[in-house]
């Protein structure tokens, strides 16, 4: 599935609200100690995409800076007037989530295991809150609570008008996936949904697209397993 979107102009989007001299200074600290650490440890690993260094490093940002910018909406008026503490727990639970999306996403599902048991305890040192359950993609950050919560599956309701083939029964990945679209594309950068055949992935992005606004606009070309280049 080949998905291009074209993003609003640059003057309706906003970069400098997420810009905040606390989460410069203190994650940069958080990234750089890391990924300088365990940059060895995620090449052994097996990723789905090759990927180098300054590339996973530059996912993580966009995946951060989405975060905080979602956050800070959040907050709205009370965003002037939240603590200094507060602040820096929830921007510290934002980069662990983004850390383990960006170096842990691309990996394979043995991997995924391997790179799980290693990294919660690297989290425990920075955070010592962080769930020992499961493994460290099974969690999101929850605002309300100011903790990490697990992925809330919603409830399927069928709808026999539906096309067979647009039909999506959520499940705990199908939930994790459309959250990290919708994160991503809609604070402007982009994304690579990769998978095996029939796990869901064009319905997500379907379902997605449908609920850009105008100012986006979508191309979908579709290929099958004998489309050669």
Known sequence: FFLMIRRPPRSTQSRSSAASDVYKRQNAEYMGALFRDNFNFIHDCNSMVPTVDVNLVRSCLNLFTSYVNIYRSHLGKALNSTSQNEMEMMYKLMFIFSFIWSAGGNLDDTSRIKFSKYIRMKFLDLYSNFPLEGDVFDYVVDFEAKAFKHWQVGEFKFNKNQSYFSILVPTADTVKYAFLLNLVVRNGNNMLLSGETGVG?????????????????????????????
Do not use: D
């Not at 992935?201 to 606004?213: A, D």
């Open 201 to 229: 992935k064009s319905v997500i992005i379907q379902g997605f697209l449908s609920t850009l606004p105008e100012s986006y606009v979508s191309s979908s070309i579709n290929f099958s397993a004998q489309t050669t280049s």
